[in-house]
Nanobody
């Protein structure tokens, strides 16, 4: 009932920048936390950055000072600006959103995007 569509991944050299976008659509009443997670080859998925509906942000230590998460609540969209990229940032980046559906009793949803590949070459 909620779809998340990511865009903006690609191949970039170390030190370069990329901007990821994720737009949520569907039977949405409200969205709380939105975030980005990534999964490197052979590793577990990890949280990279989360932003609350009030704009409070948290980051994993390895990206602090390099990545910035933001959102546009009027468009139900979350962004991830990635600067000074390193080869260890390579992986599939997934968008996540939590909120409530616009249905009777406003049930909770916790939806994921399909993932977008980010590859940083050395």
């Amino acid at each position: 009932q909620v779809q998340l569509v990511e865009s903006g991944g690609g191949l970039v050299q170390a030190g370069g920048s990329l901007r990821l976008s994720c737009a949520a659509s569907g039977m949405i009443s409200s969205i709380g936390d939105m975030g980005w997670h990534r999964q490197a080859p052979g590793k577990q998925r990890e949280s990279v950055a989360v932003i609350t509906s009030d704009g409070i942000t948290t980051y994993t230590d390895s990206v602090k000072g390099r990545f910035t998460v933001s959102r546009d609540n009027t468009k139900n969209t979350v962004y991830l600006q990635m600067n000074s990229l390193k080869p260890e940032d390579t992986g599939v980046y997934y968008c996540n959103a939590k909120g409530r559906l616009s249905r009777a009793y406003a049930p909770l949803f916790d939806s994921w995007g399909q993932g977008t590949q980010v590859t940083v070459s050395s």
